[in-house]
């Protein structure tokens, strides 16, 4: 299904794995169709519960965009670029399963804005991200001066994005840009004992909290409409109230996404 991803279902967890390590995992056109082929996957696929984005080997995550594909591009044909990589992020981000992102290495320019489309992030302690676009006469055109704003604040972000430094994954922490550090060899448990946590909760409630959360960055959506009718409609799933008898039962709740 996949060129450029290797992907594993196991445990309701569909482990997604951009497999070019030879080129630091940089992402080309195919690597984006086939992370727009995969979210689709995720949100179709009733036996994915959840779904991780990691990368091969020991060095990176994804290290940019495969610059190749951008010599000698027109204004018009930039943009094309841009909006799919951006639609392809937005799916991912506005996905109703979590998608987290399994940083390993190097998460830069197109990587770190994958990353940052995640739900959130857990990172290796070799992880480091930056958007370095401006060392090429670019920004970044997937997201990215947005979703950095939005996780480590205007300052911070600004600094990132125009001096193109990269920070490390103890900074990444600081900052608020992941959740977790830790060991190389731990990464990918980490991010599946958190998931698995998530997926004994109740589906709809899942889905829901990610629009919700999500629309506090949407201008274009009162959050608190959001939340208030997510709210009510949860009312009206057999979830609720499986999750309210085997509280009052004092028993484990058997959630059935309904």
Aim: glycine share 10%.
């Amino acid at each position: 299904m996949y060129k450029t991803l290797l992907a594993e279902l196991a445990n309701g967890i569909y482990t997604i794995t951009i497999n070019r390590a030879d080129k630091l995992n940089a992402i080309n056109k195919e690597v984006m169709h086939d992370l727009d082929t995969a979210a689709d996957e995720v949100i179709r696929n009733k036996e994915i519960k959840a779904a991780i984005i990691t990368g091969s080997g020991a060095k990176a995550f994804v290290a940019g965009a495969d610059i190749s594909e951008f010599k000698g591009l027109s204004v018009s044909e930039g943009m094309d670029i841009a909006k799919f990589g951006q639609a392809v992020f937005f799916k991912i981000e506005n996905a109703t399963k979590p998608i987290v992102a399994a940083v390993n290495g190097f998460a830069l320019g197109g990587g770190c804005e994958l990353a940052m489309a995640c739900h959130f992030r857990v990172a290796s302690e070799n992880a480091k991200f930056g958007q370095p676009e401006v060392n090429l006469g670019l920004i970044p055109g997937y997201g990215g001066t947005q979703r950095l704003v939005h996780l480590v604040g205007k300052g911070r972000a600004l600094e990132m994005l125009m001096t193109g430094n990269m920070i490390d994954a103890a900074t990444a922490l600081q900052y608020g840009l992941v959740n977790y550090v830790v060991k190389d060899e731990e990464l990918l448990d980490k991010t599946k004992t958190i998931l698995k946590t998530i997926i004994s909760k109740a589906p709809l409630a899942i889905s829901r909290c990610i629009a919700a959360a999500n629309a506090a960055y949407d201008p274009q959506k009162n959050g608190y409409d959001i939340e208030l009718k997510a709210f009510g409609e949860c009312f009206g799933t057999e979830d609720m109230k499986e999750g309210a008898a085997a509280f009052l039962e004092k028993r484990k709740a058997d959630f059935k996404g309904r």
